[in-house]
C-alpha cells in the first residue's frame, strides 16, 4: 500500500476523546481504566485510529503558511470540489452550488431542521438501534422520538419494518424522521429498492426526512452508497441531506459538515434559521481541509483506507461468528461500527451487560454500551484501528471473557 494504515499512533493528550476521556465519566458513557497491565485499545467513539490523509495535512499546512486568517466567503474551488466528489463518487445529477450549504456539524443542521420542520411536542420517527445523537437532538428540543425497530433477516442483514414505519407515522400523526444511511450503528447500506420503499411510506404520510449520510463514502465490496435525493422527484422535494468529510477522513475535530437541498422551501426554512443564530459560520481550515480531502489524492487514500477497514469488519465478524457461542454481529456493509447482540451469551453464562462490559474495559477492550442505541443487551464496536491493534483486542477478549 501506498499510504500507512498500520503504525501505532499515541493520541494521549492530543485533544482525543477516544483515549483521553476513558475513565473521566464526563459523558457518563466513557469506558472505565483498564486495570494494571493492559494499555487502551479505543473501540467506542467513532473517529478513526489512522492518520487522515497526506492531502489534507498538506492543504492544512500549506493554507497556514500565509499568516493571515480574516473573514472570509467559502471559495468557488470549495464548492466545485464538493460537486465533483458527490458527483464521481456517489452519482449525483445536477447538484448545484446553491444546494450546498454549511453546518457546524450534522447535528447542527439535524437540530435546524427539527426546529423549522416540527414544533414542541411533535413526535419524530427514527429507526432503532438509533445512533444515540439523534436521540439526543430531538429530546433536547422538546420533542417525542417514536422508534420503528430495523429486524435481522434470515440471513443476517438487518431490515426496515414498512408497515410498523406506516403505522406509526399515522398512529402518531408524525410529519417528520431521521434516517441514517449507511446506517449506524447497524452497518447497512441502503438498496435502491429499499429506500424508494422507505419513501413510498413517508410520501403516504406527508412526511419530511432528514437523512444523515455521513457515511457515505465507507461501503465495501458490492455495496454502493445511493443519495437519497437521487432516489426519485419526491425525495428531492422533501427531503435534507447531510454530509461531512469527517467519518472518510477523521476530521470531526475541525467542524466541517455540509447539507445538499435541491428544494427551495426547505433551503430557506434550514438555512433561515441556522444563519439567524450567528453561529454557522465556516473554519478557513475546515474548508481547506475539504478541499484536500476531496481531492485524486483524497480519493487515492480513500480507496486505500476501504479495503483496511472492509478487512477488519470481515475478521472481526468471522471471529465472532466462529469463535463467541451466544453472540449476534451482522457483517457491516458500510461504516466501521459492529453492533454485537449479547442477550444469549448473558444468558447462558448468568452475566449481566454491566459485567460483560466491565470485563471488556478491565483489559483494554474499550468497546461501547449499546443501550444508549437502543440496543437491550448490546456493545457497539469501533473497528478503524491497525489491525494489529483488532487482533489483539480479540485475543485479549478470547483469553480473559469468552473462551475462558
Partial sequence: ?????????DRRG?????????????FGAEPDLPKEGFDVIPMWVADMNFATSPAVTNAIIERAKHPLFGYFAPSDTYYDA?????????????????YIGYENGVHGCVTSAVETLSAPGDKILIHSPVYVGFAGDVEGLGRTSIYSPLKLDENGIWRMDYEDMDAKLKQHSIHLAIFCSPHNPAGRVWERWELEKAMEVYAANECYVIFDEIWADITYTDHQHIPTLMVNSWAREHTIAIYAPSKTFNLAGLVGSYHIIYDQYLRDRVGGHASATHYNEMNVLSMHALMGAYSDAGAEWTSELLHVLESNCKYAYQHIRDGYKGVVAAMPQGTYMLFLDCTKWCADNGKSLDELLKAGWDVGVAWQDGRMFQGPCHIRMNLASPFSRIQEAFARLDKYIFNI
Avoid: P
Fill in 14 to 26: 492530543m485533544d482525543a476523546s477516544a483515549v483521553d476521556s476513558i475513565g473521566q465519566k464526563g
Fill in 82 to 98: 464538493i460537486i465533483r466528489w458527490q458527483t464521481k463518487r456517489n452519482g449525483y445529477q445536477d447538484l448545484k452550488r446553491e
Fill in 1 to 9: 500500500m501506498k499510504y500507512d494504515f498500520t503504525s501505532i499512533i
